[in-house]
């Protein structure tokens, strides 16, 4: 390696550091206001038969920790404590009782590791899809430095401390451990971990399932079952961890009846919900969620049943199975914020693949109006997605919502008109 190399590296390195402490210290004075109930529920668990979806029990613990808060003086606790008086709670059984490990009793401590983890788990998950992607080398820590500045979303989720870099990590962590086809093994544990995936936030379905779709079209039925067997026994184990921390296993029919009955008032735009199906519903008054989901999937379904060419079970190459997989995997990842109800602002972390994706390097590129379309409309999402879009305080709410359902409604058309040219050294793995 040349001295310039060397210091190009060294450079793109520091950039990449410098984002992401700017990153940590614009969410550092924050009070975690998601967290704070991850982190009150993982306490309360050690109590046997709690029903932590109940409205008295919401109460209770609301009030319970309160007092703690008032006690500690600890004056973040005590805002964010007051801010949530009343617990909301329609997470998973397996997502609070992952929360037990973040629930120490020290609130800053227990935060501040959760935001280091938060950071680490975003810089896996680009240095991962950087890699399989077959960017150049440098690309990864600049990526790293873009998104930690500028991109809102991101620093949407370290302010309130929600899970989105760990499900945008879990999806790196699944393309890790599967992207070597051949291999049995990586297909069940691959499986097994979009099962704990689904089972830890069920909002990433789409990604399992237009994933089985996309095999199902291309004729990869033992692929398909091995994932299927896989992703039974992650979501057994999920089942089982939160039953032994529940101790029992009702949590899971409470979860699903709280989850029925959760209420539209908590779910406003003007309180950061980004679904294109709310913004349809507020603005006009149309109940919109099932046409408009529908005419997404379908057309998602028919953007993968192109891309099934080059990636069948017998003929298909080891990379261009594991190119048409990414392009299920980013396209459903962005279904998760567009066609569903409710998608808040931090949700649009899972975008970062489709960007990735839409805008990586190819090895035989091509030219005309397709090229141009497919990478000019990502640069324009991201730019809505940015801090300059919402300069103005207003944008805090429903014209913020309006730039980042935008901004993921051209992602999905730029899928679309994605140049039908797979690169055959996309993931470095030889067929």
Request: charged letters at 10%; proline letters at 5%.
């Amino acid at each position: 390696m040349s001295i310039f190399e060397r210091l190009k590296a060294g450079l793109l390195l520091l950039l990449a550091v410098l984002g992401l402490a700017m990153a940590w210290a614009s969410s550092a004075q924050s009070a975690g206001k998601d967290f704070y109930q991850f982190w009150v529920v993982g306490q309360s668990l050690n109590r046997p038969g709690i029903n932590i979806y109940a409205d008295e029990t919401r109460d209770r613990l609301g009030g319970e920790f309160l007092e703690k808060a008032e006690a500690s003086a600890n004056p973040r606790l005590l805002v964010v404590a007051q801010y949530r008086r009343v617990l909301q709670t329609y997470s998973t059984p397996f997502l609070y009782a992952v929360f037990r490990v973040f629930s120490t009793g020290n609130y800053d401590v227990d935060l501040r590791n959760y935001r280091l983890l938060m950071l680490g788990s975003l810089v896996f998950g680009i240095v991962v899809l950087c890699r399989l992607l077959n960017y150049p080398w440098e690309i990864a820590p600049a990526v790293i430095a873009v998104l930690a500045i500028w991109f809102d979303p991101l620093a949407s989720d370290l302010f309130v401390g929600n899970v989105n870099c760990f499900q945008f990590a879990a999806i790196a962590g699944y393309l890790l451990a599967a992207r070597r086809a051949p291999s049995r093994h990586r297909f069940i544990v691959g499986g097994a971990l979009l099962g704990m995936a689904v089972a830890f936030k069920p909002n990433l379905v789409f990604v399992p399932g237009l994933l089985a779709i996309h095999w199902i079209f291309s004729g990869r039925i033992r692929c398909l079952l091995l994932h299927a067997a896989g992703a039974g026994a992650g979501v057994a184990v999920a089942v089982c961890f939160s039953g032994m921390s529940f101790h029992n296993l009702r949590c899971w029919s409470e979860w699903m009846s709280a989850l029925l009955a959760m209420p539209n008032d908590i779910i406003p735009v003007s309180m950061g919900n980004s679904s294109p199906v709310a913004l349809i519903y507020e603005s006009f008054g149309l109940r919109a969620a099932f046409p408009f989901t529908a005419l997404l999937i379908g057309s998602s379904l028919v953007m993968v049943w192109h891309r099934r060419s080059g990636a069948t079970e017998d003929n298909g190459s080891v990379a261009a199975k594991e190119f048409s997989d990414l392009y299920a995997i980013s396209l459903g990842c962005l279904l998760v914020v567009i066609a569903t109800r409710l998608a808040w602002f931090h949700y649009y972390v899972l975008a970062i693949p489709a960007f990735l994706f839409l805008l990586q390097p190819t090895a035989s590129p091509t030219s005309g109006a397709r090229s141009v379309v497919s990478r000019s409309l990502p640069i324009l999402a991201f730019a809505c997605l940015t801090p300059l879009s919402s300069m103005a305080p207003a944008l805090l709410s429903n014209q913020q919502a309006v730039l980042a359902a935008g901004a993921a409604l051209l992602l999905f058309i730029s899928f679309g008109f994605f140049p039908m040219v797979s690169n055959p050294a996309i993931s470095g793995v030889k067929s």
